[in-house]
């Protein structure tokens, strides 16, 4: 049996506010709570059945996790040059994906803590088929792809509703009560690492219950970007068509091909938020 936990920050017990995470002695006391939250998943994960679990660090720079205090029985993905973003290492050899810390969307719902969609510089809204997505359902489409369950989402009230609308079987942890987009009521990290244990072990023992989220070809995406510069830009990628100022859409066969070309124009989209070349001496 084995388990990929996807870990982001946002929404990991004890986390109100964006300076937390950027702020270096708050983002190093934030590190640590969240390895102790993605370390609570991990053991539940195990009691629960599994015999493998693999975590893949997908918030920033994609390297916060403290590895020296990951529960040694996991491996960890850690780095941000990653083709398939916050899912690399995922399979079709797995058996559940769960997401860690994660937040709601960009234009949610307006309690959502610290929410955006991948790249809060730059994406104001996605949509795959006609649907507008958030980061969970955006990869738990990708993890149905591969033939993987999305069996649990933790963070705040707000983010777990949202995505048990799109995934009503996934087993949703509440670790705080969104307020705001910068205030949240918080439950004690040791109390919300319990709630963790606890629905992610209930995760891996439902996996084989929980249907993977499929989305059937093709796959169109259209992303609207926060600046014109942005959006423009990345056209550049020939099968990417402008179809408004801040606007792109783009059409491929499979979700994995679609998936890619969506990172690169979020890639892309970030350069290009100040110029490619701005800090270039040329």
Request: charged share 25%.
């Amino acid at each position: 049996m084995k388990i990929f936990i996807s870990a982001d920050m946002e929404g990991i017990s004890g986390v109100a506010t964006n300076m937390q995470l950027k702020k270096n002695d708050e983002y190093q006391r934030f590190r640590r709570l969240m390895t102790d939250d993605v370390n609570a998943a991990i053991a539940g994960a195990f009691e629960g059945g599994a015999t493998e679990v693999t975590v893949a660090d997908g918030h920033g720079n994609m390297s916060n996790l403290l590895v020296e205090e990951l529960d040694e029985r996991a491996r960890l993905v850690s780095g941000n040059n990653r083709v398939l973003c916050q899912l690399t290492g995922l399979d079709e050899s797995f058996d559940g994906i769960m997401f860690v810390g994660h937040h709601g969307r960009e234009a949610g719902s307006e309690r959502a803590v610290i929410s955006h969609t991948l790249a809060g510089v730059a994406v104001a809204e996605m949509k795959i088929n006609g649907k507008v997505v958030g980061e969970t359902e955006m990869n738990a489409g990708a993890a149905g792809y591969f033939g993987v369950p999305a069996i649990l989402a933790t963070g705040d009230d707000a983010y777990v509703e949202e995505v048990m609308e799109t995934l009503p079987d996934i087993e949703g942890a509440v670790v705080k009560y969104a307020v705001d987009r910068f205030a949240a009521e918080l439950i004690h990290p040791v109390k919300a690492r319990q709630i963790i244990r606890e629905k992610s072990m209930r995760g891996v023992q439902r996996a084989k219950e929980i249907a993977p989220y499929v989305v059937e070809g093709p796959i169109t995406f259209e992303i609207e970007f926060k600046g014109t510069n942005q959006a423009l830009m990345t056209t550049t990628i020939p099968t990417v068509e402008l179809i408004g100022p801040k606007r792109i859409r783009f059409t491929c066969e499979d979700y994995i091909t679609a998936y890619k070309h969506m990172w690169g124009a979020v890639i892309i989209g970030m350069a290009a938020t100040n110029g490619v070349l701005g800090h270039a001496n040329a």
